[in-house]
């Protein structure tokens, strides 16, 4: 393994346990009884976006097309990012300075990681083309593991615990 790839590796780690530390403080600041479902579901489509990104690198050569949906990924994922923010900010809930630190990291690594991805395949990028070709060859079963696992445990299966404790409180408020 290449050192340019075990800091990669150490940067989507420490990227993935600021997501779980981002978890942490909604839990403490009772999102699921403040912000709510609404706040949930912006982190469900960020997780998205960003997963979508993370097998479009998996998964297909560099090129312009791929350069070109990792953008849109990235700018949409600071949309959202954006209407995360408003609504935490209009709830009752109090938005730490730990957790505006946290939202920074989690702000800015799309971008940084963007760059870094551009950057590392620049020659091949750009003669790569337009259209989406499959890798070859496709990494391993156990690459695709060691990058999706730690997401799954880290952010996915919070976010999925967050949701459904936010649809709780919301079902159990419509009730009184």
Known sequence: MTTELRIAGAAYLAWLACGLCDFIAHWR???PHTSGFAESATHLV???????????????????????L???????????????????F????????????????LDMAPVVALGWYAAS????AVEGGWALQA?????SAAAWFAVLAPAMALCVVPALFESRAAWRARATAARR
């Open 29 to 31: 600041t009772d999102l």
């Open 46 to 68: 960020q997780l998205a976006l960003l997963g979508v990104a993370v097998v479009i690198v998996l998964g297909f050569e560099p090129g312009q097309g791929s350069a070109m």
């Open 70 to 88: 990792l953008l849109l990924l990235v700018l949409a994922h600071a949309v959202v990012g954006y209407v995360d923010t408003r609504i935490a």
């Open 90 to 105: 209009a709830a009752p809930r109090v938005v730490s300075p730990f957790e505006q630190h946290v939202h920074s990291v």
């Open 121 to 124: 395949t620049w020659p091949a």
């Open 135 to 139: 890798r070859r060859p496709m990494p």
